[in-house]
């Protein structure tokens, strides 16, 4: 669902993909958005621990190359997991959240994180997540779609945005956004920039 809706918006996007569990699973690495294959339950095979940090770690890697190569407009992370980090071997959270803040200050990376089965917003804020960027989510069939319908609006409205950063994510006033174009959508954004900078 996250995957069509991202490849109805449009534009030059192209999107990085791994899997983990005790080891990392690279199935995209900046294949543009309207060549990569149907995602589908085959695609997702849980199994093992959960090597978070390395998976973060050897993603945000693959970004910093292509970012140093092509310099992106935006470089966005969606970090999805139903379970704590748990059986890294070659990043810490230490080192991840150097990494991440880091990436945040100096190229304006956009991380959100959505965590099942634990508190995902102090997760987030301990690897160094902006505020607002992180969604609790419960791991059911339901549920997991629901999340995932609410963070492709995010996504759309952060594209449709156009700046590396945006001041706030999963707000009525920003997912509007995914849904605006031409003067609306421009009216939408200095707005929220205003109401942004007041609160």
């Given amino acids: 669902e996250f995957l069509g809706d991202q490849q109805r918006e449009g534009g030059d996007a192209r999107m990085t993909l791994t899997l983990f569990d005790t080891h990392l699973t690279p199935l995209a690495a900046a294949v543009p958005i309207r060549e990569i294959a149907p995602l589908d339950v085959s695609t ?4 093992g621990m959960t090597a978070l940090y390395d998976a973060i770690g ?3 890697t693959m970004a910093d190359d292509f970012y140093a190569e ?3 407009d935006q470089v966005l992370f969606v970090i ?4 704590e980090e748990n059986s890294s071997r070659e990043f810490d959270r230490d080192r991840i959240f ?9 190229a304006g990376y956009e991380f959100i994180y959505l965590g099942a089965n634990q508190d995902s917003y102090l997760v987030g804020q ?3 997540i902006r505020a607002g960027r992180m969604v609790d989510w419960s791991a059911t ?8 319908q609410r963070v492709s609006r995010n996504v759309r409205a952060h594209r449709r945005y156009a700046e590396a950063q945006s001041p706030v994510m999963f707000s009525p006033e920003f997912e509007a956004m995914a849904d605006l174009e031409g003067q609306e959508l421009a009216d939408a954004k200095m707005a929220y920039v205003r ?5």
């Avoid at 999805?80 to 379970?83: F, L, Q, V």
């Avoid at 069939?141 to 995932?148: G, S």
């Fill in 126 to 128: 301990a690897m160094g």
């Fill in 98 to 106: 150097g990494l991440i803040e880091e990436r945040q200050r100096s």
């Fill in 70 to 72: 092509h310099k992106p």
């Fill in 80 to 83: 999805m997991t139903d379970g």
């Fill in 195 to 199: 109401e942004a900078k007041r609160g």
């Fill in 44 to 47: 997702f095979e849980p199994g």
């Fill in 141 to 148: 069939p339901e549920e997991t779609a629901a999340t995932m």
């Fill in 58 to 60: 050897h993603t945000m």
